[in-house]
């Protein structure tokens, strides 16, 4: 049988709630540790969650400046118009 947990999540003073659907081995699990508040716990994961997401953002002036290098990369000499998996070819045979 599966619990429900009902949360509420505080922001600027606007209270939404969300519901979590957990399986009874983690609810009897949950119960033998009352003393934690596993709102706050949900809540602190959610936003550590938020953060990473918006660290990870797409940056457009990064990939404009690397597709740049790239260009650049392309019209050296060195790679003699190989494409890149002689390249990596030349490299592992190296390697051995």
């Known amino acids: 049988?599966?619990?429900?947990?009902?949360?509420?999540?505080?922001?600027?003073?606007?209270?939404?709630?969300?519901?979590?659907?957990?399986?009874e081995h983690l609810w009897e699990a949950?119960?033998?540790h009352e003393e934690i508040n596993?709102?706050?716990v949900i809540r602190t994961t959610i936003k550590e969650k938020l953060h990473q997401l918006q660290?990870?953002?797409?940056?457009?002036?990064?990939?404009?400046?690397?597709l740049l290098n790239l260009a650049f990369l392309r019209k050296e000499s060195f790679l003699n118009d190989k494409t890149?998996?002689?390249?990596?070819?030349?490299w592992r045979d190296k390697r051995k």
């Open 84 to 90: 890149g998996a002689e390249i990596i070819r030349e």
């Open 38 to 40: 596993w709102s706050g």
């Open 1 to 23: 049988m599966e619990k429900y947990i009902n949360f509420l999540l505080l922001y600027e003073s606007m209270t939404k709630s969300i519901s979590v659907k957990i399986d």
């Open 55 to 66: 660290e990870k953002k797409f940056d457009k002036k990064k990939a404009e400046e690397a």
């Open 30 to 32: 949950m119960k033998t």
